[in-house]
């Protein structure tokens, strides 16, 4: 796969009431492999803020890790079938969230790498949703196919 990708994340919440929420965000982005390791980056504009979060995902079989650094900071870890508590400052202050992962799918091909997520997330060790989190890798002269 090229450097020069275009990053489709869709995130899905179903909170107790089952009311869902859907979320989708398509962004150009940087894809490199290196060990065993893949990784996708990306900077994300935030509304009312004049800087951006520098987003880090990277992925192997069964972890997928979330860094952001900028406006907000965290360090999301999704580990399959493991608990993992982290805080997410926010520049209105921290929260502390518990990512318990159900379930990390990977697939590859030659042009394009799907990735899903399933968890229950938590904050102040309260269950707030079940969430699912689909992430779609292409070059960039795939775009066509996410529109």
């Known amino acids: 796969m090229t450097q020069d ?3 489709s994340i869709r995130g899905l919440q179903f909170d107790a009431e089952a009311d869902s929420g859907t979320l989708e965000t398509i962004t150009p982005a940087e894809y490199f492999q290196k060990n065993s390791q893949h990784y996708v980056i990306y900077d994300e504009a ?16 069964s972890t997928l890790d979330l860094t952001k650094r900028g406006v907000v900071n965290v360090h999301m870890i999704f580990e399959e079938n493991k608990k ?5 400052k926010t520049p209105f202050g921290s929260i502390l969230i518990g ?3 159900h379930g990390v799918n990977v697939k ?11 968890y229950a997330l938590e904050i102040n060790y309260e269950h707030l949703a079940e ?6 890798v292409r070059p960039k002269k795939e775009a066509a196919r996410f529109l």
């Open 5 to 7: 990708v275009l990053l």
């Open 46 to 61: 935030m509304e009312g803020f004049h800087d951006s979060t520098k987003n880090i995902i990277k992925w192997n079989d």
């Open 84 to 88: 993992n508590m982290t805080e997410y």
């Open 99 to 101: 990512i318990d992962t």
């Open 108 to 118: 590859e091909e030659e042009e394009r790498i799907s990735i899903q997520v399933d």
């Open 131 to 136: 969430c699912k989190i689909n992430m779609d």
